[in-house]
């Protein structure tokens, strides 16, 4: 009888256990109708646990695994970012993103709970916009800057609560120029310690600058003095040291430095700054180095940093600041007195005049990570402008006379230059 038995093969077709199985084809041998129907049993369970496995992978929490490729949620589909590591929105701490804020019934409500936070970058025009948050816009209660403070008190409307959490409000309360990491960390906590302890919902804005530029404009900044002494770089709750990155320079600062010498320091944080503090740095061990290759260190950072990106509410380019001012007043639905001013004149241009070609391929090298962050950010802008246009009936009007408004400001005008406190950067 068993010389009988043949072999048959079989191809499976529109099967889910052909994923299983090489090339989708398996062999059958006829067997008695016990053994086939032990066979079919054991295909089916093997079957089942491995789907388990896979789909446990992808519903299974935040940072458990990481077998999912989901995009960011509430980001358009072709915006979304293929990365397996950047943190699902639903779970993820920095609040409401473009997205969920174009939806009809969106309100940026200042009566409750809500709270903008500026993610203040280096050497971006975060100085000028963060005076343009306190000073310039069109607000039921406005801000008010007492000559006596080094800050303002930007207040809702029936509350001496604070909407706007950044420099010119809280003051660096997460540390000085404060990163994603840090700022996602503390905002909460800082805000129950000044306010009551409450839910609130969070509106993350930034500002990116194309990345040559704000290179050299750091460096110019650096040579003058400038140290950002003040940055924490907290990340798992650990404050970084001078051990754990030491200086590029010996003495209190790096005046004078020669732009040679300020690229040839690896452990200068002007590289690829912006996409560091907008990626969260938990994810590739913080600043430690060894904890991953190069290569992977810098692909998971760049992934990490797009997604939080789309995931903010409002992002700005230094170079656009037209199309900048009115995609936040869109969004928000806030208007600000004056039109942004686009000065396309800076210490930098002039530095990049001066720059020899094995300069000028050294610094777009090393801020490489920037410059992708930078393309895609200008891409996503683009589109976010596109779509605001589209749905703004009034458009040509409203763009030509973006900032046209009278407002009446109280009697306490300020001189900026006396606001500032000479111990805090100033950009």
Not at 24 to 29: N, R, T
Not at 91 to 109: A, E, H, Q
Not at 286 to 299: Q, S
Request: aromatic share 12%; hydrophobic share 35%.
């Amino acid at each position: 009888m068993m010389n009988n038995l043949k072999s048959v093969s079989v191809q499976v077709i529109n099967s889910d256990l052909a994923l299983l199985l090489p090339n989708g084809v398996y062999e059958i041998k006829q067997m008695e109708a016990k053994s086939s129907r032990l066979k079919q049993i054991c295909l089916f369970c093997l079957a089942l646990c491995i789907f388990g496995i896979f789909g446990f992978g992808y519903f299974c929490p935040d940072k458990v695994c990481a077998l999912s490729s989901r995009g960011t949620t509430g980001s358009d589909p072709s915006d979304s970012i293929e990365d397996n590591f950047g943190k699902p929105h639903i779970n993820s701490k920095v609040g409401w993103s473009f997205s969920d804020m174009l939806n009809d019934d969106f309100t940026f409500d200042m009566d409750s709970h809500d709270v903008m936070v500026f993610l203040h970058m280096q050497k971006t025009g975060g100085t000028s916009f963060g005076r343009h948050l306190v000073h310039d816009l069109d607000l039921k209660r406005p801000c008010t800057c007492p000559i006596s403070r080094k800050r303002c008190y930007c207040f809702r409307p029936h509350s001496n609560q604070s909407w706007l959490f950044s420099r010119y409000t809280t003051g660096w309360k997460c540390g000085l120029h404060a990163d994603w990491t840090e700022l996602t960390s503390c905002v909460d906590e800082k805000l129950d310690e000044l306010e009551d302890v409450v839910k609130r919902r969070y509106f993350y804005i930034t500002l990116l600058r194309e990345p040559v530029s704000r290179y050299l404009s750091e460096f110019r900044h650096v040579q003058r003095g400038a140290t950002w002494k003040g940055s924490r770089h907290s990340c798992k709750g650990k404050v970084l040291t001078d051990k754990d990155l030491p200086p590029c320079y010996q003495g209190e600062n790096w005046e004078g430095v020669e732009l040679d010498e300020f690229m040839s320091c690896e452990n200068n944080l002007a590289i690829n700054r912006q996409t560091r503090m907008l990626a969260d740095l938990e994810l590739i061990g913080c600043y430690d180095r060894n904890y991953m290759p190069k290569v992977d260190r810098d692909r998971i950072m760049l992934a990490s940093a797009k997604k939080n990106l789309l995931s903010m509410s409002f992002f700005g380019l230094t170079e656009h600041q037209k199309i900048s001012q009115y995609i936040f007043e869109e969004t928000f639905n806030l208007r600000f007195a004056i039109p942004f001013e686009q000065n396309n004149s800076t210490v930098s241009s002039s530095t990049m005049t001066q720059l020899t070609a094995e300069q000028s391929a050294k610094i777009a090298e090393l801020n490489s990570l920037d410059m992708e962050l930078y393309n895609f950010s200008k891409r996503i802008l683009f589109q976010r402008f596109r779509k605001l246009k589209s749905r703004d009936s009034d458009f040509k009007e409203r763009f030509k006379h973006l900032g046209e408004l009278n407002i009446k400001h109280g009697p306490t005008e300020f001189d900026w230059d006396k606001l500032e406190d000479p111990t805090e950067p100033t950009t």
